[in-house]
């Protein structure tokens, strides 16, 4: 089964930028629906963005729609989510799951059958 390691997570303000990055372990990741979820502290987790396996098809959350980008490079078996205009509300745990069952992308996390650690964000005013 894949294993899915996340980072890039860290400390920044307002109005800043981060990227982050999610390296699986499998060499046919490009076998993987990959999406984004997060969760705050006393909240539920939420959807942020889903990438297809090939990378031409992607969602995200209204929350995210303008600011986030999903990418993947199949080659090096990894997912970015870049952010941009971050604000406090943006805090979270940010985790990336993976699916290999289905070919387009769930916004219920009960369809990823694989997660990461996960990778903290904080951002400050």
């Known amino acids: 089964q894949v294993q899915l390691v996340e980072s890039g997570g860290g400390s920044v303000q307002a109005g800043d930028s981060l990227t982050l990055s999610c390296a699986a372990s499998?060499?046919?990741?490009?076998?993987?629906?990959v999406a984004w979820f997060r969760q705050a502290p006393g909240k539920e987790r939420e959807f942020v963005a889903g990438?297809?396996?090939?990378?031409?098809?992607?969602a995200y959350a209204d929350s995210a729609k303008a600011r986030f980008t999903v990418s993947r490079a199949n080659a090096q078996s990894t997912v970015y989510l870049q952010m941009n205009s971050l604000n406090p509300e943006d805090t979270a745990v940010y985790y990336c799951?993976?699916?290999?069952?289905?070919?387009?992308?769930?916004?219920?996390?009960?369809?990823?059958?694989?997660w990461g650690q996960g990778t903290q964000l904080t951002v400050s005013v």
């Open positions: 499998d060499r046919t990741f490009s076998n993987y629906v």
């Open positions: 990438i297809t396996r090939s990378g031409t098809g992607t």
């Open positions: 799951a993976a699916t290999a069952v289905r070919s387009s992308i769930d916004y219920s996390g009960s369809a990823y059958a694989t």
